[in-house]
């Protein structure tokens, strides 16, 4: 008896001891499971040719964790006001710098590091597979010229940070699947952001509907020829393997010389200026730092036969001359925008509506009631036309991204795939700021809701739509599959 006694103890010992190696090795490794599953590359892109062998994009995430030591560039020395022309080509020059011949494959630059946004891999307008290009938005007939009468073409697009835009990306993303937002974000100075877009007008008619497409720069693309399938969930439905040409280039600058931190500019394609280096070709559009608020007059010049420069603008220099920048659109009356953006909006308007949670869109035209509620003009539409500074958010209630949609647009491109998983998550009961735009789709109460994003002394004469409008939001914007 005493035998078996003992013998039961040892069993029971050896099992404690067991369970409790087992115990151990099992938080080891779930530990180590989740340092690395936070640390899971991002993916690179959402949507490629099907069985496709060959050179692809490559994701740029190797996010740096401190600014870099090193001097200011040169443009920084130059006045953006009275040298506008050259402190534009000084910023071209530095981002072309190493990229342009290696197709800007930027991890192949031996000048510089540059860096992609993650999570664009993700929605219907997702990053395709040979140049990470995103689909950006629909482009109008005569939206490029009046010889324009494609009615099916869209833009697409890819987007750089320098080093130090780059630290921004890693504090709200150090951790991949737990992204900081909890907090205004604010670029650096020395932030260097640019994107290059394309279009996708059939390549046998592009010069003869758009004539300064000539000597053109085409690349590859996987997306769709048709825009009107851009915002489709079933992309591999739609999508095909077609030619793109250079039409435009933004750049965005965090200068602490802006008075509100940020610079924009714009260059548009002009094959007619026939350089050797077709990037070169890309000629200024103009540059802005401000919104000229108290400008309300509504003008636009939706279909372009000449440039018109408003002269009442303090905040915005446009290129005069014609010979140089083909006839283009502009913003609202005349403020800063490019070839294939909103002509009722502006550079620095688009941008300033970046947030987490995004309460309002990128234009009251963008939602019907809004735009019932803000005509051009009046006090509710100036809203999207204030001068906000770097780091302020556009609504009072949520978190600035410091006027990098992509970097709103990844977090919300994250939770849609989060929530796509299946499943609930106790964090989603608990109190939040109002949440990100409906749907499209969904009635207009919504928007009316959405009205009191906007404060009281820029609402205080509006009247809601009523009508029961549908909700219209335009391409680009975070969709969950």
């Not at 006694?5 to 029971?12: C, D, E, Q, T, W």
């Not at 907090?183 to 004539?211: C, R, W, Y």
């Not at 290129?319 to 913003?331: F, I, K, R, V, Y």
């Not at 919300?412 to 929530?419: A, D, I, M, R, V």
């Amino acid at each position: 008896m005493r035998k078996l006694g003992i013998i039961v103890l040892f069993v029971a010992l050896a099992a404690a001891c067991e369970n409790k190696t087992s115990t151990n090795t099992q938080t080891e490794t779930q530990t180590v499971t989740e340092k690395t599953t936070k640390q899971t590359p991002f993916p690179d892109f959402g949507y490629m040719v099907p069985d496709y062998k060959g050179e692809v994009f490559v994701l740029s995430q190797n996010y740096p964790d401190s600014l870099p030591k090193q001097d200011l560039p040169p443009f920084f020395q130059t006045d953006y006001k009275k040298d506008w022309r050259k402190y534009l080509l000084e910023v071209q020059k530095y981002c072309f710098e190493g990229n342009t011949e290696v197709d800007f494959k930027v991890l192949q630059n031996k000048v510089r590091h540059w860096y992609h946004m993650p999570w664009q891999h993700y929605g219907p307008q997702a990053r395709e597979g040979f140049h990470g290009l995103t689909q950006e938005a629909p482009v109008k007939a005569m939206q490029l010229a009046p010889t324009q009468t494609d009615t099916n073409t869209g833009a697409v697009a890819v987007g750089f940070y320098n080093d130090v835009a780059a630290l921004t990306i890693q504090e709200v993303w150090k951790d991949h699947y737990h992204p900081n937002h909890s907090h205004n974000m604010s670029f650096k100075n020395g932030s260097v952001l640019f994107k290059i877009l394309f279009v996708t007008l059939p390549e046998d008619i592009a010069v003869k509907q758009v004539p300064w497409l000539v000597n053109g720069l085409w690349w590859d693309a996987f997306v769709c020829p048709d825009f009107h399938d851009a915002e489709d969930t079933d992309q591999m439905r739609y999508r095909r393997q077609i030619k793109v040409a250079l039409v435009q280039m933004d750049i965005m600058v965090r200068d602490d010389r802006a008075p509100n931190g940020w610079i924009f500019g714009n260059f548009q394609y002009n094959g007619k200026m026939n350089k050797a280096d077709k990037w070169e070709n890309l000629v200024p559009v103009g540059l802005m730092w401000g919104e000229d608020p108290n400008d309300t007059t509504n003008f636009s010049n939706a279909k372009p036969t000449r440039t018109i420069i408003n002269p009442k603008l303090v905040e915005t220099i446009i290129n005069p001359d014609s010979n140089e920048l083909p006839a283009t659109h502009l913003g609202w009356n005349s403020r800063l925008n490019g070839p294939v953006d909103n002509p009722m909006s502006s550079c620095y308007s688009c941008h300033s509506t970046s947030e987490y949670p995004a309460n309002l869109p990128m234009s009251p035209l963008f939602n019907d009631s809004l735009s019932a509620a803000c005509p051009p003009g009046s006090a509710g539409w100036m809203y999207w036309f204030r001068n906000l500074k770097c780091g302020e958010p556009f609504t009072p209630k949520s978190h600035s991204m410091d006027f990098s949609l992509q970097l709103s647009q990844s977090i919300q491109f994250f939770y849609n795939w989060k929530k796509s998983q299946g499943g609930l998550y106790s964090n989603d009961y608990a109190p939040a700021p109002p949440a990100a735009p409906a749907a499209a789709g969904q009635p207009a109460r919504m928007a009316k809701a959405m009205l009191k994003s906007v404060p009281a002394h820029h609402r205080a004469t509006l009247k809601p739509d009523t009508t029961g409008g549908q909700v219209d939001y335009p391409i680009g914007f975070p969709a969950s599959k």
